[in-house]
């Protein structure tokens, strides 16, 4: 006769799984939060290039969240000077998770 399982023990069973596919989500969303600053708009050093200051927070906020993919919306933006370049750094929220992004971007001046 096979064992029966008592119903505590499937519980415990449960929450270890669910803890073990949340620490994994969270490694996953680390993961991709640090590949997000490899990318143009990651660092001050490379900063996604557009043609008019109208556009800086529709740009960032288009690369959606690095975390989760969810939508972002611009919270606050500045335009600080870096290396003698005044470039413009936009902090945007992710609607889903509540991370936030940091991107950063050049104004090409037109000729
Ligand atoms: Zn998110």
Same mark, same amino acid.
């Given at each position: 006769m096979a064992a029966k399982r008592r119903p505590r023990t499937e519980r415990r069973a449960l929450v270890r799984k669910k803890t073990k596919l949340e620490r994994e989500l969270r490694a996953l969303e680390d993961a991709?939060?640090? /590949?997000?600053?490899?990318? +143009? @708009? @990651?660092?001050?050093? /490379?900063?996604?290039? $557009?043609t008019s200051a109208s556009v800086v927070e529709?740009?960032?906020?288009?690369l959606g #969240?690095?975390? #989760?993919? @969810?939508?972002? /919306? +611009?919270? !606050?933006? !500045?335009a600080p000077t870096v290396d003698g370049l005044t470039?413009?750094? $936009? /902090? +945007?929220? #992710?609607?889903? #998770? @509540?991370?936030?992004?940091?991107?950063w971007l050049r104004?090409?001046?037109l000729n």
């Open positions: 991709r939060e640090a /590949r997000a600053k490899l990318v +143009a @708009g @990651g660092t001050p050093a /490379r900063p996604i290039v $557009v529709l740009t960032a906020e288009a #969240c690095a975390r #989760c993919e @969810g939508t972002l /919306r +611009a919270e !606050d933006h !500045d470039l413009r750094r $936009v /902090r +945007a929220r #992710c609607r889903a #998770c @509540g991370a936030v992004r940091e991107v104004i090409a001046a």
